[in-house]
């Protein structure tokens, strides 16, 4: 059983930042892609950032240059800094992992997700 537990939300005001943290725990064997989603109300949840083992990364365009995406390899941990921040980032972020077991079967997982509101 692994389990991807997110912390790090809360209210914000425009300008400001936010770091949000996500570690999984479990049976794991390798930790793959590691990405941050989110979804605003009555919107579908859209992916903001990735990185893979080695530290590759890739952005939304709507977030680049503002939110920086990084992992502990050693803490099972994806981090995800988020400068400048909009109204229009408040969703519920979502951490997302792809991850091997000791069988080497590989799965998708998801945080519960963690509620981040920017006031205007």
């Known amino acids: 059983q692994v389990q991807l537990v997110e912390s790090g939300g809360g209210l914000v005001q425009a300008g400001g930042s936010l770091r949000l943290s996500c570690t999984a725990s479990?049976?794991?064997?390798?930790?793959?892609?590691m990405a941050w989603y989110r979804q605003a109300p009555g919107k579908q949840r859209d992916l903001v950032a990735t990185?893979?083992?080695?530290?590759?990364?890739n952005y939304a365009d709507s977030v680049k240059g503002r939110f920086t995406i990084s992992r502990d390899n050693a803490e099972d941990t994806v981090y995800l800094q988020m400068n400048s921040l909009k109204p229009e980032d408040t969703a519920v972020y979502y951490c997302?992992?792809?991850?091997?077991?000791?069988?080497?079967?590989?799965?998708?997982?998801w945080g519960q997700g963690t509620q981040v509101t920017v006031s205007s």
């Open positions: 479990g049976s794991i064997f390798s930790i793959h892609t």
């Open positions: 997302n992992a792809d991850i091997s077991d000791y069988a080497l079967a590989t799965s998708e997982y």
């Open positions: 990185i893979n083992r080695a530290g590759d990364r």
